[in-house]
């Protein structure tokens, strides 16, 4: 074949497209497993923030991690436990589940070194440029916000990407969801305004109006779910018939 012809040449690179097509294919491949676990590695680190546990090295991420969650669990919007395979909650993808008609509600179940016991719950939603995601911890009243960390996809550094800052999401450690026994969540505010409903409520980012209230509709949206789980917890588990008549029979005198 006449190598300075037109079908020659146009021959040559199909033929180098291809092999370059192909190896780039082999090297994703290869290389994929590897980005699906540093992903997931960057997801428990955020997990991780909300319980304020310190980020470990990268090689113990994973370690750490199932050190303090002991359990995943799926609820549903009435509070019952539908699931609780090893990390049926942790797969679950927001961004899809959001949309949902008949919403996933995954929680995360945390033993503390002390003992004491957590729950994260995933958000997502959307900011000022893109989308936003988080992770709030309750405490096992089921009232009290035990820590948060808030990430963003392209939020305009210096304004609303500090929601991202530990300063930000310190503001909700203490915070309450239920008021006198009533669900009200938490909400983000200019400083001065009050919330309608009196939930309460966190400064909103100065110069990041849009992103804050990003941030207050994403936990409207996804942690108002959680209702009735949470209520749950702040009921004291009533012992069953049989529990109470075997410790009746055993304080009996002899």
């Not at 033929?15 to 192909?22: I, T």
């Not at 699931?83 to 909650?89: E, F, L, P, R």
């Not at 995360?108 to 958000?123: A, H």
């Not at 609303?160 to 505010?189: C, M, P, T």
């Amino acid at each position: 074949m006449n190598k300075n012809s037109n079908i020659y040449q146009i021959l040559y690179a199909a033929v180098l497209v291809l092999l370059v097509g192909s190896v780039l294919a082999l090297i994703y491949m290869a290389l994929k497993p590897k980005q699906n676990e540093n992903i997931a590695n960057d997801t428990r680190k955020q997990i991780m923030s909300a319980l304020h546990i310190a980020a470990p090295d990268d090689s113990k991420v994973k370690e750490t991690y199932e050190k303090y969650i002991i359990q995943d669990l799926l609820v549903d919007r009435d509070g019952n436990v539908v699931d609780s395979a090893k990390n049926v909650a942790f797969n679950v993808d927001m961004k899809k589940n959001v949309k949902l008609a008949e919403r996933l509600l995954p929680v995360m179940k945390c033993k503390m070194d002390d003992g004491s016991i957590k729950y994260v719950l995933p958000m997502y939603g959307a900011g000022l440029w893109g989308p936003i995601w988080g992770y709030i911890a309750m405490n096992d009243d089921g009232n009290t916000i035990y820590g948060a960390n808030f990430s963003h996809e392209g939020e305009t550094p210096g304004l609303g990407a500090r929601i991202a800052d530990k300063d930000f999401q310190d503001k909700f450690v203490e915070k309450h969801v239920f008021q006198n026994g009533e669900y009200k969540g938490v909400v983000v505010l200019k400083k001065g305004q009050k919330s309608i409903n009196g939930a309460e409520q966190i400064d909103a980012l100065t110069g990041a109006t849009i992103t804050s209230l990003g941030v207050s509709a994403m936990l409207e949206n996804c942690l108002a779910p959680y209702e009735a789980f949470l209520k749950k917890m702040q009921t004291p588990a009533t012992p069953e018939p049989a529990a109470i008549e075997s410790e009746i029979n055993d304080n009996q005198p002899e």
